[in-house]
């Protein structure tokens, strides 16, 4: 069966070290993989696009990475801080992976100072 | 621009009645998801729109829910009868274009109870 697997559980760190986050998924195969970032009581807000065929994209702190063949993308903010805290949504869309977004659960990053 | 604007925040309501959610996409905007979040299982599309006409409503539970966009600023998400196990956050989100990788604008979303 297809899944998109995050961590259900918090990850915690310290400010100023780099969290990184991962996205697995299992009998798909898509065109793009999008993150999202979601706050308590909020919609998710749109952070970065990769495509199948681009490696690694960087946007500020943020760098995402495409793995196709391990079927896995990585979500690294460096210089982490306290305002980074929310919960972290990966989400696949085209090749098999369909013509829609879909989800992940989503992985909650607790930023400490 | 004020973004995607749901309402109600919160709704509260008893099994058996009738709820209708709302939502206004960004002007321009040319495509509109309806979503639905829950612990168990996250983020699920329920129904997406293109120019104002149903494309895919695979994502409805039953047919107790029904969604439509009578015109290019107002969509209704209803489900009648309601019953516990509808209680979930619903969002609306739309998309500037017709290319459905692009990025998703979520409004702050809807939190259904059902008693």
């Known amino acids: 069966s297809q899944k998109i697997e995050q961590n259900s559980e918090a990850l915690n760190i310290q400010e100023g070290k780099t969290a990184t986050l991962t996205c697995n998924y299992t009998?798909?195969?898509?065109?793009?993989l999008q993150w999202y970032r979601q706050d308590p009581g909020r919609g998710p807000v749109f952070l970065l696009l990769?495509?199948?065929?681009?490696k690694e994209k960087r946007k500020e702190r943020l760098k995402v990475t495409f793995d196709t063949t391990l079927k896995q993308s990585l979500f690294h903010i460096t210089a982490s801080q306290p305002a980074d805290s929310a919960t972290y949504l990966c989400?696949?869309?085209?090749?098999?992976?369909?013509?829609?977004?879909?989800f992940g659960g989503g992985t909650r990053l607790m930023v400490k100072p | 621009d004020a973004g995607v604007i749901q309402s109600p925040r919160h709704e509260v309501t008893e099994m058996g009645q009738e709820v209708t959610l709302r939502c206004k996409p960004i002007?321009?905007?040319?495509?509109l998801f309806w979503y639905r979040q829950t612990m168990m299982r996250g983020l699920e599309l329920l129904i997406y729109?293109?120019?104002?006409?149903?494309?895919?409503d695979s994502g409805m539970p039953e047919d107790r829910f029904s969604a439509k966009m009578p015109n290019a600023s107002f969509s209704t998400l209803k489900i009648q009868p309601s019953e516990p196990r509808d209680s979930a956050v619903y969002f609306c989100?739309?998309?500037?274009?017709?290319?459905?990788?692009?990025?998703?604008?979520f409004g702050s979303g809807t939190q259904l109870s059902v008693l």
């Open positions: 989100a739309s998309s500037p274009g017709t290319a459905y990788y692009e990025k998703l604008f």
């Open positions: 009998n798909y195969s898509p065109a793009y």
């Open positions: 990769i495509r199948e065929n681009e």
């Open positions: 989400a696949l869309f085209g090749g098999n992976a369909g013509n829609m977004l879909t």
């Open positions: 002007s321009g905007h040319n495509s």
């Open positions: 729109f293109n120019n104002n006409v149903p494309i895919d």
